[in-house]
């Protein structure tokens, strides 16, 4: 199915070749070519709005694109994260019982999934007594009950605090070890992302770059999106600190790079004008 050239990595999980995504008229994904190969950690970044959750939702179907194209790897196997999942706070429910819809599981599926994200002692407590922590470990657990080969994980550790989720990164990355499954994920907590992941894909309406952190922390397009300026690693650390996580969205830096909220249809070139 896939008709991207075979690098000699084997054929990608998935991969988009200039996919573009338009609501009414904004465009709102250009041109996105991107791969996810096995047992790869890909991190995408970018601002609120620049277009992750849909690029996610585009990549995995649910999202028609206007044009170019997704190709997914027969029999792909993906365990998918939506970003806020919105359980009825009130409405009652264990986290078992929540493992087990839509897709019924045993209790004995159910508690080694939870004991393989390390809160094998929530299985009878209401998901609304939960921490946000323990919350974001039975999300992945339910992913998990699918046995992927994809993980996908759209701003897994939003609400999370900073130990928390350099936890829950460390989670990620022995899941991949262990079960050999990739994963793609949205995140727009930057630093902890750059130590987590193998590849970085900064994103804002398209792609500004990607390549392995350290390539994509050093490109002036990361660089100017972030507002970082030509501070170092330290610097980009304290930046990304010097708010608070509990609130869900609508980060409050002191810079504003975001997306302009329609895209001109932007030509040849990577066109943000971050002046
Ligand atoms: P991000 O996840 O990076 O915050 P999104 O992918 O959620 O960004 O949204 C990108 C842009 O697309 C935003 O301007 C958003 O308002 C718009 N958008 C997302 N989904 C829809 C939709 N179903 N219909 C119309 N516009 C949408
Ligand atoms: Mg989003």
């Known amino acids: 199915m896939s008709r991207l050239p075979d690098r000699g990595r084997g054929m990608s999980l998935i991969a988009a070749d200039h996919a573009c995504v338009r609501f009414g008229g904004t465009e709102v994904l250009h041109d996105i070519s991107l791969r996810v190969d096995a047992a790869e950690i890909v991190t995408i970044v970018g601002p609120n709005g620049s277009g992750k959750s849909t690029l996610l939702r585009a990549l995995l179907g649910i999202t028609p694109l206007a044009a170019g194209r997704v190709s997914r790897r027969p029999g792909l196997q993906i365990g998918y994260v939506p970003q806020r999942l919105q359980i009825d706070r009130p409405l009652p429910m264990t986290a078992r019982r929540f493992l087990s819809l839509p897709v019924r599981h045993s209790a004995s599926a159910s508690a080694a999934a939870l004991a393989r994200v390390g809160v094998p002692e929530v299985a009878e ?11 974001q470990r039975v999300l992945l657990a339910r992913a998990l ?11 897994p550790t939003q609400g999370l605090d900073q130990p928390g989720e350099a936890a829950f990164y460390r989670l990620i990355d022995e899941l991949r070890r262990d079960t050999g499954c990739a994963v793609l994920m949205v995140s727009h907590d930057l630093h902890v992302v750059m130590s987590a992941s193998d590849r970085v894909i900064c994103l804002n309406g398209h792609i500004c770059c990607q390549g392995t952190p350290r390539v ?3 490109a002036p397009e ?3 999106l972030f507002g970082l300026g030509t501070q170092g690693a330290l610097a980009l650390y304290q930046h990304v600190h010097d708010h608070d996580h509990t609130h869900d969205h609508g980060h409050d830096h002191s810079h504003d790079h975001g997306p302009a909220p329609d895209h001109p249809k932007s030509d040849a070139h990577h066109g943000h004008d971050h002046a």
């Open 125 to 135: 407590r209401q998901m609304t007594d939960l921490s946000g922590g323990q919350f």
């Open 145 to 155: 009950l699918t046995e992927p080969d994809l993980l996908v994980l759209d701003e």
């Open 216 to 218: 994509v922390s050093n």
């Open 222 to 224: 990361y660089r100017a």
